[in-house]
């Protein structure tokens, strides 16, 4: 199975920081990677697809980038509701992996 | 409004069996993959299955963790997708999630998940 390897695994941080989350696969996936947004007891919500496409109704001050293995999420200007889990996932082979998260919390 | 709303959930001991459901609304179930992930307490996200639709004969893939044990079914007439579990592991507790899938450049991507329903496998 392809490894998802997210850093950091947790990170704190304020209102309007700029925050940037890093996820390597062990071997290359092209842009076939997803964001995900997690927020306790909820469900996971899609940010970003195909690793640099916004979904629709996201804020725009996510972004992602990257291709073949590695890939960042960047929240440009954090906001109170933007603490969260974040999660990434490859689709690119089977199983459907996702990386161990990364942790927003408040400074 | 896209809807999933999965059901079946709950206390089972070592070696059960389950059954869960996702009642899907608001879009045409019938043209979509669908998929399981499940979440085990306090831990991140696995992916579990994957249904394909009735353009790919409703063709399954699994996680190698469930592979065997789990089957994946969708009933297109009922809006429902399936996870039959089977012979269920201490470690197959978690809340298991129902999402959709939509298609982008050969590949489909979860946009809409039901909230969960929590197994839970003890004696």
């Known amino acids: 199975d392809i490894q998802l390897t997210q850093s950091p695994s947790f990170l704190s941080a304020s209102v309007g920081d700029r925050v940037t989350i890093t996820c390597r696969a062990s071997?290359?996936?092209?842009?076939?990677l997803a964001w995900y947004q997690q927020k306790p007891g909820k469900a996971p919500k899609l940010l970003i697809y195909a690793a640099s496409t916004l979904q629709s109704g996201v804020p725009s001050r996510f972004s992602g980038s990257g291709s073949g293995t590695e890939f960042t999420l960047t929240i440009s200007s954090l906001q109170p509701e933007d603490f969260a889990t974040y999660y990434c996932?490859?689709?690119?082979?089977?199983?459907?992996?996702f990386g161990g998260g990364t942790k927003v919390e408040i400074k | 409004e896209v809807q999933l709303v999965e059901s079946g959930g709950g206390l089972v001991q070592p070696g059960g069996s389950l059954r869960l459901s996702c009642a899907a609304s608001g879009f045409t179930f019938s043209d979509h993959y669908m998929e399981w992930v499940r979440q085990a307490p306090g831990k991140g996200l696995e992916w579990v299955g994957r249904?394909?639709?009735?353009?790919?004969?409703?063709?399954?893939e699994y996680a190698a963790s469930v592979k065997g044990r789990f089957t994946i079914s969708r009933d297109d007439s009922k809006n429902s997708l399936y996870l039959q579990m089977n012979s269920l592991k201490t470690e197959d507790t978690a809340v298991y999630y129902c999402?959709?899938?939509?298609?982008?450049?050969?590949?489909?991507?979860?946009?809409?998940w039901g909230q969960g329903t929590l197994v839970t496998v003890s004696s």
């Open positions: 071997q290359g996936i092209s842009s076939y």
């Open positions: 996932q490859q689709l690119n082979y089977y199983a459907l992996t």
């Open positions: 249904s394909r639709n009735k353009t790919r004969s409703y063709t399954t």
């Open positions: 999402t959709r899938s939509f298609y982008v450049n050969t590949v489909f991507y979860s946009d809409s």
